[in-house]
């Protein structure tokens, strides 16, 4: 089934790195998503990873895949104040254009 | 581009009126979805469209809600009568196909009291 879990809270200082956790249950998930979403804004796609990737880097940003543990996880480097916002992961599943999106991630990012 | 394209931005009505949201999406996508966002339920899926027909409406809470895409560059999700339990934040997103990810709108803003 579809089931994709976050915790819903991360407060960091700026400058440390940031690490965003998620879950997924369904094996078949062909492409995962990391979201982005301001305040009084809609979703911005950030960077995403094919399921037979465990890895893949876009400046500060740095996604890990374990498809054993269905574990996602990204990582801001250098966290800034402007990176304060919620982080949504989702997925596709096979044969699926729809994504499943989790409960989302609030960053706080203090001076 | 001016990416996908929702009005009205906010929308206060009166339980039991009509409220229609409306969305254009990027040019060349022909994919088409409706998300309804609360603290609650967090990020739904009302339904969506491709190449014009709807797919799945499986998200679409009640026959109160209803949506269309009479053409490849405008959609409309209506709810009547609207109720405050519908206040939310919708949003319109469109993909050029599987796998490419969503472009989203800047949501809609529906209050209903």
């Known amino acids: 089934g579809e089931d994709v879990e976050q915790s819903l809270f991360l407060s960091v200082r700026e400058g440390d790195s940031s690490v965003i956790n998620c879950t997924y249950t369904?094996?078949?998930?062909?492409?995962l998503y990391w979201y982005k979403q301001e305040p009084g804004a809609g979703l911005q796609l950030l960077t995403y990873?094919?399921?037979?990737?465990d890895m893949k880097q876009d400046q500060r940003l740095t996604v890990l895949l374990n498809k054993k543990d269905k574990h996602l996880s990204l990582r801001i480097a250098d966290t800034q104040t402007g990176d304060s916002a919620i982080y949504f992961c989702a997925e596709t599943l096979l044969g699926f254009q729809k994504l499943v999106f989790g409960t989302g991630t609030r960053l706080l990012v203090s001076p | 581009d001016a990416g996908v394209i929702q009005s009205p931005r906010h929308e206060v009505t009166e339980m039991g009126q009509e409220v229609t949201l409306r969305c254009k999406p990027i040019s060349g996508h022909n994919s088409l979805f409706w998300y309804r966002q609360t603290m609650m339920r967090g990020l739904e899926l009302l339904i969506y469209f491709n190449n014009n027909v709807p797919i799945d409406d499986s998200g679409m809470p009640e026959d109160r809600f209803s949506a269309k895409m009479p053409n490849a560059s405008f959609s409309t999700l209506k709810i009547q009568p609207s109720e405050p339990r519908d206040s939310a934040v919708y949003f319109c997103?469109?993909?050029?196909?599987?796998?490419?990810?969503?472009?989203f709108g800047s949501g809609t803003r529906l209050t209903v009291v």
């Open positions: 997103a469109s993909s050029p196909g599987q796998n490419y990810g969503y472009t």
């Open positions: 369904d094996s078949s998930s062909t492409y």
């Open positions: 990873i094919f399921s037979n990737m």
